[in-house]
């Protein structure tokens, strides 16, 4: 199993910067990929972000050239940084771990980007 932690949200004004981080219960890099989803209301959820075991990142066409997934490894730690933010940005966002055993969710967190 995974647990993970997620921390970093909360309200931001349009343009604006959030790190979201995700902390992990095992070794990152046993895991096949991690990721970032975002559900906002009266939407499905969505991929934002991946980064597989091997390093390749995907990323959401709506997010490219303003988030960057990262992952440290030392802490078992994947970060999401978010910049440029605009309000269509505004959703919970879910870690995932996508591991042999299962898939895993995080609790989310709120990112609201208002003026």
């Known amino acids: 199993q995974v647990q993970l932690v997620e921390s970093g949200g909360g309200l931001v004004q349009p343009g604006g910067s959030l790190r979201l981080s995700c902390a992990a219960s095992r070794r990152i890099f046993t895991i096949n990929t991690m990721g970032w989803y975002r559900q906002a209301p009266g939407k499905e959820r969505e991929l934002v972000a991946v980064i597989s075991s091997g390093g390749s990142r995907n990323y959401a066409d709506s997010v490219k050239g303003r988030f960057a997934i990262t992952r440290d490894g030392a802490t078992n730690t994947v970060y999401l940084q978010m910049n440029s933010l605009k309000p269509e940005d505004t959703a919970v966002y879910y870690c995932?771990?996508?591991?042999?055993?299962?898939?895993?969710w995080g609790q989310g967190t709120q990112v609201t980007v208002s003026s």
């Open positions: 995932n771990a996508n591991a042999l055993g299962g898939n895993y």
